[in-house]
């Protein structure tokens, strides 16, 4: 079992800079690939960023590619998104999930965890 808890949303203007991070209990969070979702109002959820295992494959959304990067602190049970260059239609309630399966995969399928979001607002 792990418990995800997102923190770093917040209301920012066009432009600026924003860092999410998701706190993962448990002894096994290295075994997990992490990744991070959103989800618009009226909209579904969709892909954001992942990474696996060890930090070596990140994909991303291309909405989002260049713009935010993905990372982990396997020694702190911590994944970080760090978004610049934020635009209005990055508005959402973001989410951390955790896989099992180890692999950074853009389906949402694969992962068995998720936190409860953290909101990020961009006004223009």
């Known amino acids: 079992q792990v418990q995800l808890v997102e923190s770093g949303g917040g209301l920012v203007q066009a432009g600026d800079s924003l860092r999410l991070s998701c706190a993962a209990s448990?002894?096994?969070?290295?075994?997990?690939?992490m990744g991070w979702f959103r989800q618009a109002p009226g909209k579904e959820r969709e892909f954001v960023a992942a990474?696996?295992?060890?930090?070596?494959?990140?994909p991303y959304a291309g909405s989002v590619k260049g713009r935010f990067t993905i990372s982990r602190d396997n020694a702190k049970n911590t994944v970080y998104l760090q978004m610049s260059s934020l635009k209005p239609d990055d508005t959402a309630l973001y989410y951390c999930a955790a896989a099992s399966f180890g692999i950074a995969a853009m389906a949402q399928r694969y992962y068995d965890y998720w936190g409860q979001g953290t909101q990020v607002t961009v006004s223009s």
């Open positions: 990474v696996d295992r060890t930090g070596s494959n990140t």
């Open positions: 448990g002894r096994t969070f290295i075994s997990y690939a």
